[in-house]
């Protein structure tokens, strides 16, 4: 029989597998802790091989020390030895004595000539000995300073490092010497008025007229070579710069104000078209070509003058407010206004000029407390430069920083700012935007296909070709510019925001303040923006503010235009009916003539665009027929643009409700009659009235308002011969009352010169007469000169012709 089999089971292969990998790890762990073992053995050996060397080091025998014997001892010593009896001892003996005394033993040493062999001992001696040696007065040293240098590290430890620094004090010789100096300085400084009294004043101002000159060709000069190569000469800014601090007290006023106005310049020249950040030290340490560390060494030195340059604008502007007064005195106090002035419109300049540069929000943190200066000038500079920077802004990230920093003024002045400061928020371009951003909203996302529904449904050369066009419409989507204008509808989106909280605070805490017409302005022209949820409330607001009787009418037309322009945008879904406000307006017309300011019409032309035009399904007959004879009568007592704007908008009224021809005709439409001095619109029974003002401005000195009251006495028709040109149909009430404003004291169209009273050409008197008499005339004429005058003719002849003549001129 074989062998007894056996009883273990035998393993699987994906055991094998495991206990293979298992083995492996193992494998690699040992060895790893061989190599570790191996390595700490190596250390231990040097370890001790260190310290056995360190320890022989230690164990060397040193020679003793030899000690320096006193004269005395060694005379007497001589004497002893003399004193010997050499001649009992052998040659030989004293040789071996000799050489025993010389060795260093405690046997043979000489204790009272040596000190004790113990070094402790002997170095307290010598100690006291030095100590004693030393004089009782120390000698006059110089003071010496000591600067710590860094350590070294050996095996014993740490060792400092220091050097000594020689102190000298200044002789009293010198500082005779320096004091005689600062007199004389002074001396000078003090004849230096008496030398300038002794020149005339002619000479004086010739003086400083040579030294303006000088300065100016010096500025010139700089400017022109930054200019002409920025990266080398960059260092000439800080050169240019160090001419803000001019010394010379009688062009010191004039220099600055050249110097400050040239760097501006030179900025705007230079500047890049980026923002230019630091530099990491790990990009310092990098080493770069020499154009790039060229370009770097410019952008650093500009970023750095460019700080400097605004902290000295700044600082002139805070002496200005502060009246701070220099230590210097080269710049008197009056001349602190001029200065500050050039250096608020230098910061303007710099605010318009590079919005996309380093330190743009410093200078509107700057610039912006300034728009509620008292100054009416530096005030109106400010507000002026925001405004055209918000109508350039078309990222928007400049204007949410700007008004940023306006809200935080507002509110920590407690709203006690000028009405200009909130009116520049009327220039903030964010209508247009906003309007494409509903559109992109409601316009479904195009979506791509993930892997799995291209395996599923494509084939192999589809999903190819799907991968190129997918891959062409992403780029596509980034020349777009998609994302930037996802960035530019937050931005604006914020920015809208925090000028809506403005707006609210002011008309909930402070209704009666001066800024509410900026605020019921700007509510008017951001209406079409107002989130529904505010809608209700602000509309209970308007009424109560309108209702109180402390408004203006130009205030009141404000709010009336907010309502509507709310209800004709997103408020169309609600269900409100703005009756009220209709009466107000109707009730406010007969107060807008020509005396009082014309501008209050383009608001109300603005608020019948809204009222009547777009809510023409809202709008009942009786209400439109009211508003239009109201129009017309107002049209007679205002300026001549404002009369064709609301003729403009009568057209455009009849035009949307057909049926206000009734009007031009003279049948009375129903019961009652007209009741002019009724402020109801739905109830002053205006169609059993007529529009007799067009037959009066068809009489007007004006040719566009006797066209326009021509075309709509005539029902307004679009075609034939009384229509309107192209040019004057297709343009809205608003443009027409802006094209022939006479806000500039010149008519539009401008009025032909009268014809000179003297006539240099004498008229021929048949040039006087009608076409067909003047054919009689010539016919008779002609006919008296063919025939002979006989004046023999029979008188009956005569008679009979003056009988026909009379019966041809007797009345009929």
């Known amino acids: 029989m074989g062998p007894p089999r056996s009883k273990k089971r035998r393993p699987t292969f994906r055991r094998l ?10 494998k690699l762990k040992s060895r790893q802790m061989k190599q570790q073992n191996v390595a700490k053995k ?47 001892m052998e040659h030989e003996d004293l040789q071996q004595m000799t050489a025993m005394a010389q060795q260093a033993s405690f046997i ?85 008025p008496q030398s300038c009294v002794q020149l005339t004043a002619r000479q004086i101002e010739q003086l400083r007229i040579n030294t303006v000159t000088q300065r100016k060709q010096t500025i010139a000069s700089l400017a022109s070579a930054i200019v002409s190569d920025p990266f080398s000469n960059i260092k000439r800014l800080k050169e240019l710069r160090g001419m803000l601090m001019e010394a010379d007290a009688s062009v010191a006023v004039t220099v600055r104000k050249l110097v400050m106005v040239s760097l501006m310049e030179i900025f705007k020249d230079i500047t890049p078209t980026y923002k230019i950040r630091p530099l990491t030290a790990a990009e310092k340490a990098v080493r770069v070509k020499k154009e790039t560390q060229q370009l770097r060494e410019f952008e650093e030195g500009l970023v750095s003058q460019f700080k400097f340059y605004l902290e000295d604008l700044e600082q002139t502007i805070k002496d200005w407010k502060q009246k701070k007064k220099k230590r210097s005195q080269v710049v008197a106090l009056q001349s602190y206004r001029g200065l500050a002035e050039v250096s608020i419109r230098c910061l303007c300049e710099l605010l318009l000029a590079l919005p996309h540069f380093n330190f743009h929000n410093n200078i509107i943190v700057a610039l912006v407390p300034l728009m509620n200066d008292p100054v009416r000038k530096v005030s109106d500079m400010c507000c002026d430069a925001f405004r055209k920077l918000f109508q350039h802004d078309k990222e928007g990230a400049v204007s949410l920083a700007t008004v940023r920093v306006i809200s935080g003024l507002v509110k920590s002045l407690n709203y006690n700012v000028r009405p ?54 992403k780029e596509l989507l980034e020349a777009e510019a ?3 204008k996802d960035k530019k509808i937050k931005l604006h989106t914020e920015t809208l925001n925090i000028v809506f909280l403005v707006y609210f605070r002011i008309l909930k805490k402070a209704q009666k303040s001066v800024l509410l017409p900026a605020v019921l302005e700007g509510l008017a022209n951001f209406a079409h923006l107002i989130n529904l949820e505010f809608f209700d409330d602000l509309l209970n607001v308007l009424q109560s503010l309108i209702q109180s009787g402390d408004l203006t009418n130009k205030q009141i037309l404000h709010c009336i235009q907010t309502v509507f322009t709310i209800l004709s945008g997103q408020g169309d879904v609600l269900n409100i009916d703005p009756l009220n406000f209709y009466s107000q307006l109707y009730r406010m017309l007969p107060q807008l003539h020509a005396g009082a300011p ?34 017309s009568m107002l049209s007679l007592h205002v300026m001549p643009n404002a009369s064709v704007g609301i003729l403009a908008a009568n057209r455009a009224t009849m035009h949307g409700f057909p049926k206000c021809d009734f009007l031009l005709d003279n049948e009375i439409q129903g019961s009652g009659f007209y009741l002019p001095e009724l402020d109801e619109p739905e109830h002053c029974n205006a169609q059993n009235t007529a529009l007799w003002e067009l037959h009066a401005l068809q009489r007007h000195y004006h040719p566009v308002v006797r066209r326009f009251a021509a075309h709509l006495s005539r029902g307004a028709p679009s075609e034939g011969s009384a229509a309107l040109s192209v040019d004057l149909s297709r343009r809205s009430p608003v443009e027409l009352f802006s094209d022939y404003s006479i806000k500039d004291m010149t008519f539009n169209p401008p009025v032909a010169p009268p014809t000179s ?27 008296a000169e063919d025939k002979q005058l006989d004046f023999t003719v029979v008188h009956t002849h005569t008679l009979q012709h003056n009988t026909d003549t009379h019966t041809l001129y007797t009345p009929l």
């Open 17 to 26: 597998l495991k206990t293979s990998g298992v083995k492996l790890d193992n």
């Open 42 to 88: 190596q250390r231990k050996e040097q370890k001790r091989l260190r310290q056995a060397v360190k320890d022989a080091a230690v164990r060397t025998p040193h020679p003793l020390e030899v000690y320096r014997k006193r004269p005395e001892e060694e005379e007497e010593e001589e004497e002893f030895m003399e004193s010997l009896p050499t001649d009992m």
């Open 108 to 192: 043979t040493r000489d204790l009272s000539s040596c000190g004790p062999v113990h070094g402790g001992k002997k170095r307290s001696a010598e100690v006291v000995r030095r100590y004693e040696k030393v004089p009782r007065k120390m000698a006059r040293t110089e003071e010496k300073e000591v600067i710590h240098l860094l350590p070294i590290k050996d095996k014993t430890g740490v060792i400092p490092q220091s050097i000594e620094r020689v102190v000298e004090k200044q002789p009293e010789e010198e500082e005779e010497e320096e004091e005689d100096a600062v007199q004389q300085n002074q001396v000078e400084k003090e004849g230096a």
């Open 420 to 473: 200009e400061v909130l009116r520049t928020l009327l220039s903030l371009r964010i209508k247009e935007v906003e309007m494409k951003k509903d559109l992109e909203a409601t316009a479904p996302t195009k979506k791509f296909m993930n892997n799995k529904e291209k395996k599923k449904n494509l084939s192999r050369m589809q999903r190819k070709w799907k991968k190129a066009e997918e891959k062409l419409e």
């Open 482 to 484: 998609s994302e930037s």
């Open 598 to 631: 014309n501008d209050d019409i383009i608001i109300v032309l603005r608020c019948l665009d809204a009222m009547l035009t777009r809510r023409r399904k809202q709008v009942t007959l009786q209400r439109a027929m009211a508003f239009v004879k109201r129009l």
């Open 757 to 783: 009273k003297k006539k240099d050409v004498f008229v021929v008197g048949e040039a006087l007469l009608d076409a067909e008499l003047q054919r009689r005339v010539k016919s008779i004429l002609t006919a």
